[in-house]
């Protein structure tokens, strides 16, 4: 079956500090990759996406590269904000649109 | 975009009771689904949501023990039957809009069980 396997947290960063967060999948076929943010006491959203191999998805100064070569899916930042402590899942979605979530990384930005 | 309004958003439940939870969601979808998520966990897909047939269950979920409806195509409910306190969870509500794969999720319904 499908998986996804993201870096163990929680991670904790000072503000202006680069962030990575791995997330390398499983899955039959050509999934659509996410990464999904759950902000302290609020619902899921999407943060970014990518769609098919070598997409870059972005949003907020996030960014990540579909890597089919690598099954890989990692997060970053350049200059991460306390705002963006949060949980952040990576998920893919298969042909059959069923989605599968990673564990979920903590992340801590201390001013 | 779709809006999804899920409720109760917290219920305090005693043992051996059944709690329905509810999943509107504004604008059509092709599909729905229920996920739990248990403290510091992630995400776990519970079933699908068919549109006027047996929810699609995943391996460790029974439909006796969380029946699903979806009479139409914006509307869901999934019961937790014969509570324990081992189903004190957060349980989430998701859809897929009609031309876009990206997911979108209810608030939340947490739900604790004495």
């Known amino acids: 079956g499908n998986s996804v396997t993201q870096m163990e947290g929680p991670v904790t960063l000072s503000e202006e500090a680069f962030l990575t967060i791995n997330c390398t999948y499983t899955?039959?076929?050509?999934?659509?990759l996410f990464w999904y943010v759950q902000y302290p006491g609020e619902g899921l959203q999407l943060l970014l996406k990518?769609?098919?191999?070598?997409d870059k998805g972005s949003n907020k100064g996030f960014e990540a590269t579909y890597r089919k070569e690598t099954t890989s899916f990692h997060l970053e930042k350049g200059s991460v904000q306390v705002s963006d402590s949060a949980v952040y899942f990576c998920a893919l979605s298969d042909n059959a649109g069923k989605s599968t979530f990673g564990d979920g990384t903590t992340l801590t930005v201390k001013p | 975009s779709a809006v999804i309004s899920q409720k109760p958003s917290r219920d305090i439940c005693q043992r051996g009771t059944s709690l329905t939870i509810q999943c509107q969601v504004d604008?059509?979808?092709?599909?729905m689904f229920w996920y739990r998520q248990q403290p510091g966990q992630s995400l776990t897909l519970i079933a699908t949501?068919?549109?006027?047939?047996?929810?699609?269950?995943e391996s460790g979920f029974v439909i006796d023990k969380f029946p699903i409806s979806r009479p139409n195509l914006t509307f869901s409910t999934l019961t937790v039957s014969n509570m324990s306190p081992e189903d004190s969870s957060i349980y989430l509500c998701?859809?897929?809009?009609?031309?876009?794969?990206?997911?979108?999720f209810g608030s939340g319904t947490q739900l604790s069980v004495l």
């Open positions: 990518a769609t098919k191999a070598d």
């Open positions: 899955a039959t076929g050509y999934p659509s």
């Open positions: 604008s059509q979808v092709t599909m």
């Open positions: 949501a068919n549109q006027g047939s047996e929810a699609t269950y």
């Open positions: 998701s859809a897929r809009g009609l031309k876009n794969e990206k997911l979108f």
